[in-house]
């Protein structure tokens, strides 16, 4: 769908999802990095752990589908010549400090002056203006800015934050539906425009209602309370964490638990089965699922209730608990770990993975494939990661460099 588009990606790592986005719905993306290759190349995690910037696991995952080819943006070659690409090309997606293309003379402002069409989209963790437009982005520091890390954890410990630096994906992923918005403008004005996409906002977005919302509401702060994360009201007026996440004998499930009569029926055809399992139900036999809700609900009855669900959910595992709530419409679903998800029925089904040849290394990996599928064709996952400068032939030769200039060039440590 966007095959007749060229975008130059400038981005770092954090960024890298923009590109790779775009590309999965066939954008020609060319990868821009420094010569000898990105930086991000050279942390793992490496295929089958040998350290190598062409054996990185992140660059495969972010950068498939793409090209790449090496360019010193720094020096006056190197730019005169990403001017000329430019020229040719539909958007520049970039993640640096705010400033420093300006810097550089490679600003929107510079590079529309050559195409007045071209659109720049700009991926920083707090924007172009603002006092924090020049602060550092570490993705701890503009997850808890955002929110988030403040509600995970208990109430009793410092908060917590997941290891996996994911929530600049959020801002690079809001890039990428921008830059697609200003194509279609463009389409109907023939001006391009600069997209400023800040990942502390797209954060907020995300988080608004959970977090945000409760206080702009209610004027309450939402505090820790680990698993426990569904609030409720109890008929004694206080509030009762309800938990989300539950232990079975093979991991763990998660079930919102709804108590009001458009739910009777399922609570009533769970608490048949847990009976089944020999757990004595004790208050809950003759409870009025069809009229009463947490409101009428004890804090001692609450407590029970927990109980009597929580020794349920260990005595099976998560296929069958799986199976029990498709069949008697509880809102109930497995935890998946990696084995799981990869051996998915639906997934499966739907032929969502992909195996990718990587002939340098003489292996066929595995990949996830698109998102999503529309009826002009698949949209994912192609072809492996490039190879550092893999295309620079073809890309350079396309702007009118000789076989010869280019060999110079890369001497000069331009390309």
Known sequence: MLSCYRILDLTGEKA???????????????KIEKPGGDPARFRGPFYKDVPDPERNLTWFAFNANKKSITLDIESDKGKE??????????????????????????????????????IMTSITGFGQQGPYRNYKDPDIVVRALGGLVYTAGYDDRPPLTVTYRHTHALG?????????????????????????????QALDIVCSAEIEGPYALFGQVPTRHGRAR??????????????LLWEC??????????????????????????????????TFETWPWESKGWENMSR??????????????????????????????????????????LKYPQLEARGFWKEIEHPELGATLKYPGGAVVTTQGYVGVKRRAPLIGEHNGEIFTGIGLTGEEIATLRKQKVI
Do not use: W
Request: glycine share 10%; with cysteine; net charge negative.
């Open 230 to 243: 569904a609030t409720v009201t109890l008929a004694d007026g206080s509030t009762f964490y309800n938990p």
């Open 300 to 341: 001692p009855q609450a407590e029970e209730l927990m109980l009597v669900l929580g020794k349920f959910f260990k005595n099976h595992r998560k296929d069958e608990l799986l199976k029990l709530a498709t069949e008697n419409r509880f809102q109930l679903g497995p935890c998946n770990n990696a084995e799981d998800i």
């Open 81 to 118: 010549i990403f001017k000329k690409l430019v020229g040719k090309a539909d958007v520049v997606l970039e993640s640096f400090l705010p400033g420093y293309l300006d810097g550089l003379g490679l600003g929107y402002s510079d590079l529309s002056k050559i195409n007045p069409g071209i």
């Open 172 to 200: 690079a992923m809001n890039g990428a539906v921008g830059t697609m918005i200003a194509l279609s403008h463009r389409a109907l004005t023939g001006l391009g425009q600069h997209v400023d996409c800040a990942t502390q």
């Open 249 to 282: 004998r093979d991991g763990y499930v998660a079930l919102n638990l709804l108590l009001n009569p458009t739910a009777a029926r399922n609570n009533l055809s769970m608490m048949a089965f847990i009976k089944k399992d020999g757990i004595d139900i004790g």
């Open 16 to 30: 890298f999802i923009c590109g790779r986005a775009l590309s999965d719905f066939g954008a020609e993306v060319i």
